[in-house]
């Protein structure tokens, strides 16, 4: 498995790792949905502020050990806890995400490679 599909799992499992902390709330499957994205771009923002000056290499070199990374996870894991409470299946959750992904912005290098890689891995 490439150092990309091994972010993009990454990142993908996060997201279901950290579904029910930090605010997150959500009613419908629909709402989930756009909690997951505000969850990507987060962290997206995150990347791009904090470690805007990191290479894609000096990222990858990290293995994903940073305090954006981990508020991700922490935060997908809330995500994946609502999405059993609110009986949505993880592919009706990725399906409604593949079709927002196009929304995703990044201001450095580094947060346009979080972007391929969540885009090209999925959920």
């Given at each position: 498995?490439?150092?990309?599909?091994v972010?993009?799992v990454?990142?993908?499992?996060?997201?279901?790792?950290?579904?029910?902390?930090?605010?997150?709330?959500?009613?419908?499957?629909?709402?989930?949905?756009?909690e997951t994205?505000?969850l990507?771009?987060?962290?997206i923002?995150d990347?791009?502020?904090?470690?805007?000056?990191?290479?894609?290499?000096?990222?990858?070199?990290?293995?994903?050990?940073?305090?954006?990374?981990?508020?991700?996870?922490?935060?997908?894991?809330?995500?994946?806890?609502?999405?059993?409470?609110?009986?949505?299946s993880?592919?009706?959750i990725?399906?409604?995400?593949?079709?927002?992904?196009?929304?995703?912005?990044?201001?450095?290098?580094?947060?346009r490679?979080?972007?391929?890689?969540?885009?090209?891995?999925?959920?």
């Open positions: 498995m490439g150092t990309r599909s972010i993009a990454m990142l993908a499992l996060a997201v279901f790792v950290s579904a029910c902390s930090g605010g997150i709330s959500a009613s419908t499957c629909d709402e989930l949905i756009d994205m505000d990507f771009q987060r962290l923002d990347v791009d502020s904090e470690f805007q000056d990191l290479t894609v290499e000096e990222f990858i070199a990290t293995g994903g050990d940073l305090p954006s990374i981990e508020t991700f996870e922490k935060d997908a894991e809330i995500i994946d806890e609502l999405a059993v409470e609110l009986g949505c993880q592919s009706q990725a399906s409604g995400v593949q079709s927002q992904l196009g929304n995703l912005t990044a201001e450095s290098d580094l947060g490679f979080l972007i391929g890689a969540i885009r090209s891995g999925g959920l």
